[in-house]
Each structure stands twice: as structure tokens, then as C-alpha cells.
Nanobody, 125 residues
């Protein structure tokens, strides 16, 4: 599976960009998918995850502001981000968990995800 993110950039506080992650090589609806972010000097953290059955988990810091979704016809994962804050500034990555039990969805641990995109930078000021 190849994953390519886009949609990042410089955004004003309160802005609402949408990140996209286009997948190729396989159908993402078969897998658990996630959005992660990593700020300089910090560990990569789970932002939102969606299971193969559609169950969604959000990190507490983004719940109510971010929405994860996917378009099966376009084989694309999205992250709608609303009311952005400076602390949301980070490199954002999408990732796919190919394991049968979707351990990545359960744990939110980046180590449990198998494929990663190259990331898209979001800077909020």
C-alpha cells in the first residue's frame, strides 16, 4: 500500500483545512487507518483512527474539532480539521494497519501500523 498525504500548509488560528491521503496498491476500506502527527521534539501521536468496520477513535485534544472519514470510491482517507490552534502545528501522517485484529486501532501505537505516507506539514499561527 502506498499512501500520499496532501492538504497541509500555513493556516490561521481557527482555520479549517482538510487533509487527504490517497492510497494505491490496495483498498483502504479493508484496513484500519489512522492519522498521526508529530511536532518537533515530540513523539508521534495518534490523532484519529477508523476501523475497517467504521468505528472511530479521536484523541481527546482533537475530539469535537477533527473528523476522520474515507471515500471508498476514491480510495482516500480524510481528516477535516476545524478551529485549529497553534498547538495543532505538526507533521501529519496517515497510516494503514494491515493486521487481522487491527491492533493499531486498539492501541494507537505507531509501531502497530504497517504503512505510512510521507507526511504533510500543518503550521497554525
Amino acid at each position: 500500500v502506498q499512501l500520499v498525504e496532501s492538504g497541509g500548509g500555513s493556516v490561521q488560528v481557527g482555520g479549517s483545512p482538510r487533509l487527504s491521503c490517497v492510497a494505491s496498491g490496495d483498498t483502504i476500506s479493508r484496513y484500519c487507518m489512522g492519522w498521526f502527527r508529530q511536532a518537533p521534539g515530540k513523539e508521534r501521536e495518534s490523532v484519529a483512527r477508523i476501523g475497517s468496520g467504521g468505528t472511530i477513535f479521536y484523541a481527546g485534544s482533537v475530539k469535537g474539532r477533527f473528523t476522520i472519514s474515507h471515500d471508498n470510491a476514491k480510495n482516500t482517507l480524510y481528516l477535516q480539521m476545524n478551529n485549529l490552534k497553534p498547538e495543532d502545528s505538526a507533521m501529519y501522517y496517515c497510516a494503514a494497519d494491515l493486521s487481522r485484529g487491527c491492533m493499531g486501532w486498539v492501541t494507537g501505537d505507531p509501531a502497530d501500523f504497517d504503512y505510512w505516507g510521507q507526511g504533510t506539514q500543518v503550521t497554525v499561527s
